[in-house]
């Protein structure tokens, strides 16, 4: 499986209706026929990013998953966040009794300053509200929702009217094992897959239990996918930074680790698919244009792996004219991609419906 991360230009985009409903025996099915629309952070294009706001707003506009980081507090409790530190997207600037907080660390390979989410305990993290991380979306949201856990996430998915998947990163593994210790000796990949099998998540790709709790299991650092695989039965996709990045555990280029080989060794311990970067996969030019496709996704779907890919004026090449139904189609129908990671799912949703009516 090659999901590309997308994040499509939606101005405004309107509710959509859930699909399916009544009682959790009879909820509609997750959708396999059509590559999937991956809400990358909740719909954090609209509401700041993994609040349950913006989680409950993709699965109203039809994600078929909802995508979150999770990370470790102070005091060992697993949350959904993207950055080691607060600074960007929460008002912890504004809490005086915080100030002493900052400090720098070292970060996969830089030293990073801010206010560290691990120095923070979750009852101190529950007064801090989130806000939206670009100054070119809508900032009107900021301020209200709280930073959720990763069992209040993987609640609002298992209550929705339909069956909507989740797709939870373990996110900094080795910053979070060097700061974060917990008392039986267990490690943050530990806790994580627990967290899981505690709400009945397992089960192999499409097999009847992975379709009633679906789930992917995703993260940069192949180490700690090997370690997921000891534990879970569960699908893996193994995430993909820039070729020149290095990989925070093994400290290999990510284009050492998706060599043949590589993919092979992966694949042995149910990595099921890549989730590249979508210029890894089709490198741009200095123009912002797009150059000659990679041989990634042939190498993926080749290993019977799926691909995974964010679009919106901001961020689409110059090719697709500021239209992120022309990225769309590019992604899915030329390159191939089996999974689309969007901060607009309704704009996605949109896409899929549209080509599907023309079809028919």
Same mark, same amino acid.
């Given at each position: 499986?090659?999901?590309?991360?997308?994040?499509?230009?939606?101005s405004?985009?309107?509710?959509?209706?859930?699909?399916?409903?009544?009682?959790?025996?009879?909820?509609?099915?997750?959708?396999?026929?059509?590559?999937?629309?991956i809400?990358?952070?909740?719909?954090?294009?609209?509401?700041?990013?993994?609040?349950?706001?913006?989680?409950?707003?993709?699965?109203?506009?039809g994600? /078929? #998953?909802?995508? $979150?980081?999770?990370?470790?507090?102070?005091?060992?409790?697993?949350?959904? *966040?993207? =950055?080691?530190?607060? %600074?960007?997207?929460?008002?912890?600037?504004?809490?005086?009794?915080?100030?002493?907080?900052r400090?720098?660390?070292?970060?996969?390979?830089?030293?990073?300053t801010?206010?560290?989410?691990? /120095? #923070?305990?979750? $009852?101190?993290?529950?007064?801090?509200?989130?806000?939206?991380?670009?100054? *070119?979306? =809508?900032?009107?949201? %900021?301020?209200?929702?709280?930073?959720?856990?990763?069992?209040?996430?993987?609640?609002?998915?298992?209550?929705?009217?339909?069956?909507?998947?989740?797709?939870?990163?373990?996110?900094?593994?080795? #910053?979070?094992?060097?700061?974060?210790?917990?008392?039986?000796?267990?490690?943050?990949?530990?806790?994580?897959?627990?967290?899981?099998?505690?709400?009945?998540y397992?089960?192999?790709?499409?097999?009847?239990?992975?379709?009633?709790k679906?789930?992917?299991?995703?993260s940069?650092?192949?180490?700690?996918?090997?370690?997921?695989?000891?534990?879970?039965d569960?699908?893996?996709?193994?995430?993909?930074?820039?070729?020149?990045?290095?990989?925070?555990?093994?400290?290999?280029?990510?284009?050492?680790?998706?060599?043949?080989?590589?993919?092979?060794?992966?694949?042995r311990?149910n990595?099921?698919?890549?989730?590249?970067?979508?210029?890894t996969?089709?490198?741009?030019?200095?123009?912002?244009?797009?150059?000659?496709?990679?041989?990634?996704?042939?190498?993926?779907?080749?290993?019977?792996?799926q691909?995974?890919?964010?679009?919106?004026?901001?961020?689409?090449?110059?090719?697709?004219?500021?239209?992120?139904?022309?990225?769309?189609?590019?992604?899915?129908?030329?390159?191939?991609?089996?999974?689309?990671?969007t901060?607009?799912?309704a704009?996605?949703?949109?896409?899929?419906?549209?080509?599907?009516?023309?079809?028919?």
């Amino acid at each position: 499986m090659v999901v590309v991360v997308a994040a499509a230009m939606a101005s405004g985009a309107a509710a959509r209706p859930l699909v399916g409903g009544g009682g959790r025996d009879d909820r509609a099915p997750l959708q396999t026929s059509r590559p999937f629309n991956i809400a990358h952070r909740g719909s954090n294009g609209e509401l700041p990013e993994e609040t349950a706001a913006a989680y409950a707003r993709a699965i109203d506009e039809g994600a /078929d #998953f909802i995508e $979150a980081d999770v990370e470790a507090t102070k005091d060992g409790h697993l949350v959904c *966040f993207h =950055d080691t530190t607060l %600074d960007d997207v929460t008002d912890v600037a504004d809490h005086p009794e915080f100030a002493g907080r900052r400090r720098t660390l070292e970060v996969q390979w830089a030293n990073v300053t801010g206010y560290f989410i691990i /120095d #923070f305990t979750l $009852a101190e993290l529950k007064t801090l509200r989130a806000k939206q991380r670009w100054d *070119f979306r =809508d900032k009107s949201h %900021d301020g209200v929702s709280p930073i959720i856990t990763f069992e209040e996430f993987i609640d609002i998915a298992l209550n929705a009217k339909r069956v909507v998947g989740i797709y939870p990163e373990m996110k900094n593994p080795v #910053f979070m094992n060097k700061h974060v210790k917990w008392a039986d000796g267990k490690k943050y990949e530990d806790r994580f897959i627990a967290t899981l099998k505690k709400y009945g998540y397992g089960g192999k790709y499409l097999t009847p239990a992975w379709r009633a709790k679906p789930v992917f299991i995703q993260s940069f650092a192949p180490t700690s996918l090997i370690r997921a695989a000891e534990l879970t039965d569960s699908p893996l996709v193994f995430l993909v930074d820039d070729v020149t990045a290095r990989t925070e555990d093994t400290n290999q280029s990510y284009d050492e680790v998706t060599s043949g080989e590589h993919l092979d060794h992966m694949g042995r311990h149910n990595v099921v698919g890549i989730g590249p970067w979508k210029d890894t996969v089709v490198p741009p030019t200095r123009g912002n244009l797009l150059a000659t496709p990679t041989d990634l996704v042939a190498m993926a779907h080749a290993r019977g792996m799926q691909v995974t890919f964010r679009n919106e004026n901001e961020f689409l090449h110059f090719n697709f004219r500021q239209d992120p139904y022309a990225e769309y189609d590019y992604w899915i129908n030329d390159v191939g991609v089996d999974g689309l990671f969007t901060d607009f799912p309704a704009s996605l949703r949109r896409f899929q419906d549209w080509t599907a009516r023309n079809r028919d």
